[in-house]
């Protein structure tokens, strides 16, 4: 009898009913802080790639405003900066109007944009008050994006500008 008992032990393939309540036990204790974690970490992913298209936006906007410095072209050039509302906003020949097609993946992917044209400044940054010493303007282009994880970001994206 005991031989049996014994034999009976060593031949058995099923799961006793406490090792079952064990496992899911671990399982239910293991499975949510890893589904959160992969969560924040699909959330962070997303929040990188917008950042990337952001300053992918913001490089067009401010490589097309640099072109703009340099060009002969009416309503052009330096001093058009000079009437930033002019620029930016003027039907059909203002940056805003010229850029609709380049921004348009970008506003469809849930971006945003903002151009601010600064006043005269000197190479450091600041207004002198030797007159002949202000000839930059700082352009900065602020892009928004609803984040993943929090409620928005705005990054700005700045240069300084001179007509040379």
Do not use: C
Not at 73 to 78: E, I, R, V
Not at 144 to 151: M, N
């Amino acid at each position: 009898m005991m031989f049996s008992r014994i034999n009976m032990l060593q031949t058995r393939k099923a799961f006793t009913l406490i090792e079952v309540v064990i496992a899911v036990m671990v399982l239910a204790i293991a499975v949510p802080p890893t589904l959160s974690l992969l969560d924040s970490a699909g959330a962070g992913r997303a929040d990188a790639i917008n950042t990337n298209r952001a300053s992918l936006l913001a490089t067009s906007v401010l490589e097309t405003i640099i072109a703009d410095i340099n060009s002969n072209a009416a309503g052009l050039g330096f001093d058009a900066l000079g009437d930033s509302n002019a620029y930016l906003n003027a039907p059909d020949t203002g940056l805003y109007a010229r850029l609709e097609t380049i921004v348009s993946p970008y506003s469809d992917a849930g971006l945003g944009y903002a151009v601010e044209v600064g006043t005269l400044v000197a190479a450091d940054g600041s207004v002198s008050e030797d007159a002949n010493e202000n000839i930059f303007r700082i352009v900065t282009v602020r892009v928004s994006f609803t984040s993943a994880s929090t409620a928005s970001y705005q990054v700005p994206f700045s240069t300084m500008v001179s007509a040379i």
